[in-house]
């Protein structure tokens, strides 16, 4: 490992005010991780999960953490209107709060640094361990660094037989020359609780490079019900890893949904657990990639307990010399009767230099399963657009329609109007921008 690799960030920790008076515990996690980093470097593609995934280019010893004088409350998202149907909503640069409405009796809806002062029980029964329970085959470098420099993000708890039937909103921006951000998000949805949550992720500026590493984590008690849609359009000169899981008890549905739409390059590694006996989850993305963009995105459904269904649909549209990496396995552990899994991966390449890899996989202990995978890639189909265009629209608004009709089929299964709106804006944004260039 180089000398310098991390001396931006090490420089600014000790001083770091976020990182003061923390518990013990939390004291230890980051210790136990800045133990490790010096043995750690950027993974090669000669690693199985980085076989596509080059990230040579990137040079952490150029970012560092926020300063607070790096926050601008005047860029960024406007706070959305008619905030009395929201549940609750935060608005959070470089991991600081500028904002927070909604403050519901029945429920805890904070952001990290507080909830590590009102809550630091909470967190250290939960934060972490849907990750050691389900580690990546290979912990990479930005899994230890997230853990050595966690700030930012928020937690969400439902607590038991809590139904909150308003979506909850999160903004969280990167702003700053060279800033890294090492947020979080756990939610806790206890036994019979109900919630929906929006977490919509960017950069302040277009012209800023930025490091985002961050971590999700989910928790569905028994007979609860979850939505989460988290939208990434981060500008690209962000580079982007995240790993994500959700542990799923009985009787629980997660409806889990993801979109791709900014970033120079991101890496995503996302596991489902269904853990209990009737769980279930749909794990729905979407992705458009343009220019020289490349994302990458490993799922994974864990089907540890019998009778549970898993259903996954990941949809990319790509342009110009973009390239998108899609790697799906269906792991049903021994024992585990009675399972319902399926995933498809589908690619529409707008370009002949746009590249999509789809690689599905099964890995079956079980004999009373119904598991199954699907992967297609090609071109826009010429009499669709030809069809369009004999009734009156141009080629770039027969395009454009027969784009949006391909993600048809994930922005119908999100739940909320509002939601699915908000998601099909950002995608018709991305498609004028494409036509642009």
Same mark, same amino acid.
């Given at each position: 490992?180089?000398?310098?690799?991390?001396?931006? $960030?090490?420089?600014?920790?000790?001083?770091?005010?976020?990182?003061?008076?923390?518990?013990?515990?939390?004291?230890?996690?980051?210790?136990?991780? /800045?133990? #490790?980093?010096?043995?750690?470097?950027?993974?090669?593609?000669?690693?199985?999960?980085?076989?596509?995934?080059?990230?040579?280019?990137?040079?952490?010893?150029?970012?560092?953490?926020?300063?607070?004088?790096?926050?601008?409350?005047?860029?960024?998202?406007?706070?959305?209107?008619?905030?009395?149907?929201? !549940?609750?909503?935060?608005?959070?640069?470089?991991?600081?709060?500028?904002?927070?409405?909604?403050?519901?009796?029945?429920?805890?809806?904070?952001?990290?640094?507080?909830?590590?002062?009102?809550?630091?029980?909470?967190?250290?029964?939960?934060?972490?361990?849907?990750?050691?329970?389900?580690?990546?085959?290979?912990?990479?470098?930005?899994?230890?660094?997230?853990?050595?420099?966690?700030?930012?993000?928020?937690?969400?708890?439902?607590?038991?037989?809590?139904?909150?039937?308003?979506?909850?909103?999160?903004?969280?921006?990167?702003? &700053?020359?060279?800033?890294?951000?090492?947020?979080?998000?756990?939610?806790?949805?206890?036994?019979?609780?109900?919630?929906?949550?929006?977490?919509? @992720?960017?950069?302040?500026?277009?012209?800023?490079?930025?490091?985002?590493?961050?971590?999700?984590?989910?928790?569905?008690?028994?007979?609860?019900?979850?939505?989460?849609? @988290?939208?990434?359009?981060?500008?690209?000169?962000?580079?982007?890893?995240?790993?994500?899981?959700?542990?799923?008890?009985?009787?629980?549905?997660?409806?889990?949904?993801?979109?791709?739409?900014?970033?120079?390059?991101?890496?995503?590694?996302?596991?489902?657990? /269904?853990?209990?006996?009737?769980?279930?989850?749909?794990?729905?993305?979407?992705?458009?990639? #343009?220019?020289?963009?490349?994302?990458?995105?490993?799922?994974? @459904?864990?089907?540890?307990?019998?009778?549970?269904?898993?259903?996954?649909?990941?949809?990319?549209?790509?342009?110009?010399?973009?390239?998108?990496?899609?790697?799906?396995?269906?792991?049903?552990?021994?024992?585990?009767?009675?399972?319902?899994?399926?995933?498809?991966?589908?690619?529409?390449?707008?370009?002949?230099?746009?590249?999509?890899?789809?690689?599905?996989?099964?890995?079956?202990? !079980?004999?009373?399963?119904?598991?199954?995978?699907?992967?297609?890639? &090609?071109?826009?189909?010429?009499?669709?657009?030809?069809?369009?265009?004999?009734?009156? $629209?141009?080629?770039?608004?027969?395009?454009?329609?027969?784009?949006?009709?391909?993600?048809?089929?994930? $922005?119908?299964?999100?739940?909320?109007?509002?939601?699915?709106?908000?998601?099909?804006?950002?995608? @018709?944004?991305? $498609?004028?921008? !494409?036509?642009?260039?």
């Amino acid at each position: 490992m180089k000398e310098r690799q991390f001396l931006s $960030l090490l420089d600014h920790t000790a001083p770091n005010l976020g990182f003061q008076n923390e518990p013990s515990w939390m004291s230890d996690r980051r210790s136990s991780a /800045l133990e #490790q980093l010096p043995e750690l470097d950027l993974p090669g593609t000669n690693l199985e999960d980085w076989r596509r995934t080059d990230v040579r280019g990137l040079s952490i010893d150029q970012f560092c953490l926020p300063m607070p004088e790096d926050v601008d409350p005047s860029l960024g998202p406007n706070q959305p209107e008619n905030t009395e149907l929201l !549940a609750g909503l935060m608005m959070q640069q470089n991991g600081v709060t500028l904002d927070q409405i909604g403050e519901l009796d029945s429920v805890y809806f904070a952001d990290f640094q507080t909830a590590l002062k009102e809550k630091p029980d909470l967190l250290r029964e939960y934060m972490g361990q849907a990750i050691r329970r389900n580690p990546s085959k290979d912990r990479s470098i930005f899994d230890v660094m997230q853990s050595a420099f966690l700030q930012g993000g928020y937690v969400l708890y439902i607590p038991t037989g809590v139904v909150v039937e308003k979506p909850f909103q999160v903004f969280k921006t990167l702003n &700053g020359s060279s800033v890294a951000d090492f947020s979080n998000t756990l939610i806790i949805a206890e036994d019979n609780s109900q919630a929906t949550v929006l977490e919509l @992720q960017g950069s302040a500026r277009e012209n800023q490079a930025g490091l985002h590493c961050g971590a999700v984590e989910i928790f569905v008690g028994s007979n609860a019900h979850l939505n989460f849609v @988290q939208i990434q359009d981060f500008n690209q000169q962000t580079w982007n890893f995240s790993t994500q899981r959700a542990l799923i008890q009985q009787s629980a549905n997660l409806r889990w949904i993801t979109a791709c739409l900014g970033s120079r390059l991101s890496k995503i590694d996302q596991l489902a657990e /269904l853990s209990e006996s009737g769980a279930n989850v749909d794990m729905l993305g979407l992705a458009f990639a #343009q220019k020289r963009q490349h994302l990458d995105v490993h799922t994974y @459904q864990k089907h540890s307990a019998a009778h549970t269904t898993s259903d996954l649909l990941y949809q990319n549209v790509l342009t110009d010399r973009s390239r998108t990496v899609w790697r799906g396995m269906i792991e049903v552990v021994k024992g585990a009767q009675e399972i319902d899994a399926y995933q498809k991966n589908e690619n529409l390449l707008l370009d002949k230099r746009a590249r999509a890899d789809t690689i599905p996989g099964l890995e079956i202990l !079980a004999d009373e399963v119904r598991c199954t995978h699907g992967a297609t890639a &090609g071109p826009v189909d010429p009499e669709q657009v030809y069809y369009l265009m004999s009734r009156g $629209l141009s080629p770039e608004w027969a395009e454009r329609t027969v784009v949006e009709g391909f993600f048809e089929p994930i $922005l119908q299964r999100i739940p909320s109007i509002d939601l699915r709106q908000r998601l099909t804006e950002s995608v @018709q944004n991305k $498609l004028a921008m !494409a036509h642009k260039t």
